[in-house]
Nanobody, 120 residues
Framework: QVQLVTSGGGLVQPGGSLRLSCAASGSIFSINAMAWYRQVPGKQREFLASITSGGRTNYADSVKGRFTISRDNAKNTVYLEMNSLKPEDTAAYLC??????????????WGQGTQVTISS
């Protein structure tokens, strides 16, 4: 089986920083891409950033210049470095990955999410 474990959320003040992690484990053959999303209850899930196996990154306009996505291939882990945090960044942050398992073709997997709250 393949699973994603998300961690690093918490409570920070406006203007602060936070680093989220998402580690993939299980019968992994390769990881094509990993991405971060966030969701507020009652609203649509919002795309934030993605990174491919080749290192190409893509960001939503709302987080460009503030958030940075990176990955450690040896650890099958993706990170999201968040700076200059605002109250409107408060949400559940979700990790997604396009993974090819040992005996299956590529498919999408989701982590359990981690809560980020920005408040003074």
């Amino acid at each position: 089986q393949v699973q994603l474990v998300t961690s690093g959320g918490g409570l920070v003040q406006p203007g602060g920083s936070l680093r989220l992690s998402c580690a993939a484990s299980g019968s992994i053959f390769s990881i094509n891409a990993m991405a971060w999303y966030r969701q507020v209850p009652g609203k649509q899930r919002e795309f934030l950033a993605s990174i491919t196996s080749g290192g190409r990154t893509n960001y939503a306009d709302s987080v460009k210049g503030r958030f940075t996505i990176s990955r450690d291939n040896a650890k099958n882990t993706v990170y999201l470095e968040m700076n200059s945090l605002k109250p409107e960044d408060t949400a559940a942050y979700l990790c997604n990955a396009l993974i090819r398992s040992t005996f299956d073709s590529s498919r999408s997997y989701w982590g359990q999410g981690t809560q980020v709250t920005i408040s003074s």
